[in-house]
């Protein structure tokens, strides 16, 4: 924990009315050399204890859901175990399969992945440069006036998404469905016409601009068809110029939302970045780090 008024300005908090700095914890990364050359980060893990025992969850604020399990103990029809999940200073109780907690009691601990839902009576801040987040309850970007909207878009069993507006590389306006799941991502395409509107008319073909791979998630049965390309413009976001790197696409993988979406942003345009999601007020705050 950093408790300093300097720290409080810097990653977004506001004093007015604070009576005490929020505790900052550190985050980790999954890493993989699966699909680049190289290692790359795949996925934001934060520490978690599951009924007392300590674990990871993937943060992934592209699901609605409080925590979302995975693998075939995400069988909806599994019969199911009140838990206690505790991530930083908050503690939620949900329901948990028992292949869940057998996994967890062997001390299998990468089980789910945790949304929206566990944070949306809060604000969550993410310091990229400094690996660690932040969470206090209630609304603090209200009226703060380096704030943005962002929309909250409600998801039909509870949750929502973080809707983010930006103008992509050609100037056009859209909402971004901001997503550390999609950690190693620049830009996602979230269906195959946003992908040739993304990639400028590129096929899906393995050639010298589009490279083709195959990628495990562990919430598919079956490995994904992926593809990416580069991308050299910028994407505007809260006044700032973003270069995302990367246009992306996974066959079979479309999100279609109640509001319809330019893409979805993953986490490699934002190293530098702190980030703030005010879930509240519906404010999002966007900062480069030092």
């Known amino acids: 924990m950093r408790g300093t008024a300097a720290v409080l300005v810097m990653a977004g908090w506001p004093l007015a009315g604070a009576t005490a700095p929020p505790d900052w914890h550190e985050f980790d990364y999954a890493v993989s050399a699966a699909i680049g050359p190289g290692d790359e980060r795949v996925a934001l893990l934060l520490r978690a204890q599951i009924d007392g025992r300590k674990c990871w969850l993937q943060l992934d604020t592209g699901a609605p859901d409080a925590v979302l399990w995975h693998g075939p103990a995400s069988d909806a029809k599994a019969p199911a175990t009140a838990v206690q999940v505790r991530i930083g200073d908050l503690e939620k109780t949900v329901q948990a399969p028992a292949a869940v907690l057998a996994q967890v009691r062997q001390g299998e601990c990468a089980v789910g992945s945790v949304?929206?839902?566990?944070?949306?009576?809060?604000?969550?801040?993410?310091?990229?440069?400094?690996?660690?987040?932040?969470?206090v309850p209630g609304a603090t970007l209200g009226s703060d006036?380096?704030?943005?909207?962002?929309?909250?878009?409600?998801?039909?069993?509870?949750?929502?998404?973080?809707?983010l507006p930006a103008l992509l590389f050609d100037g056009t306006p859209g909402h971004l469905l901001f997503d550390t799941g999609s950690a190693r991502f620049g830009v996602v395409a979230p269906t195959l016409a946003q992908w040739t509107v993304l990639s400028g008319g590129r096929a899906l073909a393995d050639t010298a601009a589009v490279r083709s791979y195959a990628v495990s998630n562990a919430m598919d049965a079956a490995p994904l068809r992926c593809h990416d390309t580069t991308v050299g413009g910028t994407i505007a976001l809260a006044g700032q110029r973003l270069a995302p790197g990367i246009v992306s696409y996974c066959e079979g993988k479309e999100l279609r939302l109640?509001?319809?979406?330019?893409?979805?942003?993953?986490?490699?345009?934002l190293a530098g970045h702190r980030i703030t999601l005010d879930y509240?007020?519906?404010?999002?705050?966007?900062?480069?780090a030092d």
Not at 123 to 131: E, I, K
Not at 150 to 160: D, E
Not at 258 to 269: E, T, W
Request: hydrophobic letters at 40%; a positive charge; aromatic letters at 14%.
């Open 115 to 135: 949304g929206n839902g566990f944070f949306e009576h809060g604000t969550l801040a993410l310091d990229f440069p400094g690996s660690r987040y932040a969470f």
């Open 145 to 163: 006036r380096m704030a943005q909207p962002m929309r909250y878009l409600r998801g039909p069993a509870g949750g929502g998404y973080p809707l």
């Open 258 to 269: 109640a509001v319809p979406l330019a893409g979805v942003l993953g986490l490699r345009a």
């Open 280 to 288: 509240v007020s519906q404010r999002w705050k966007l900062e480069k």
